[in-house]
């Protein structure tokens, strides 16, 4: 068991829920915005990208960070956008898997477009001041659940390859099981923390079963960038997981999806 990893996974989701708890908007604004251009980095990194293209290419991510909160119906064009590239992006993994029909699917554009959708999707639920921290909270235990489930499962039970060509160790047990986890918590999380009724509780297990779906195509679409790179991992900086985008890549997609979603049950 690789305990290096246990214990980074650990602090980082006791470090997010306290995040998402006890700081104010800005600095809540502020330190999402910086891991997020961190993971940009690293997106920078895998695309060969200088220092200089990536600098240019925070200048408007800088903007958003001081103005979105002000303007809530860019951030959620944002989310839409990002859900409907989401979309996309899955039926590219399953008909071209490694090869995308198209080059920009893959391009360090399409990663600055989708870490703003991440980002919006953070300050967006976290001001909704009646649900918003717990909604939050809710969605990242959600995507963990898909992702320990989804490891257990394929590692316990896993025969049928997903897709070796893009990331050999997943399967499509894992994938069930990470599904399960998903629900699991939804039901969870829908009754006990955001006191959903009947109703909109059926309605939030099925979001939940649509975010379980995006956290593995987030997963797989990451593994592609990392494949067309040549490298194992998108950097080095948390041990035992790699990189800020191997930590977040289920997030990156999972974010928007919730954001553009929960207004249809609110």
Not at 51 to 63: E, K
Not at 186 to 209: H, N, P, Q, V
Request: hydrophobic share 55%; with cysteine.
């Amino acid at each position: 068991m690789n305990w290096r990893r246990i214990i980074t996974a650990a602090i980082l989701a006791l470090s997010a829920i306290s995040l998402i708890l006890a700081i104010d908007d800005l600095w809540f604004d502020l330190i999402c915005g910086g891991i997020v251009v961190l993971g940009l980095w690293e997106w920078a990194i895998l695309k060969g990208q200088g220092i200089l293209a990536f600098f240019v290419s925070v200048i408007p991510f800088a903007v958003l960070v001081f103005l979105g909160r002000e303007h809530p119906a860019l951030l959620m064009t944002l989310c839409l956008l990002s859900s409907c590239l989401w979309m996309g992006i899955s039926v590219d993994l399953v008909i071209n898997r490694l090869d995308s029909f198209h080059g920009a699917v893959n391009s360090y554009f399409m990663g600055m477009f989708l870490m703003s959708g991440t980002w919006s999707a953070l300050v967006l639920i976290h001001s909704w001041t009646d649900v918003g921290p717990m909604l939050l909270i809710s969605v990242l235990l959600m995507v963990w659940a898909t992702d320990i489930s989804a490891y257990f499962v394929g590692k316990g039970f896993g025969r049928r390859k997903l897709a070796p060509e893009l990331s050999p160790g997943k399967t499509i047990e894992g994938v069930f099981g990470g599904m399960a986890g998903s629900l699991a918590l939804a039901c969870i999380t829908g009754f006990a923390m955001l006191g959903l009724d009947a109703g909109k509780l059926l309605l939030w297990i099925a979001l939940g079963l649509i975010i379980g779906t995006v956290c593995i195509i987030g997963d797989l679409y990451e593994s592609r960038l990392k494949r067309i790179a040549g490298v194992k991992d998108s950097g080095q900086m948390l041990p035992g997981h790699g990189g800020i985008l191997d930590r977040i890549d289920s997030m990156i997609a999972a974010l928007p999806v919730m954001a553009a979603g929960w207004p249809l049950l609110r």
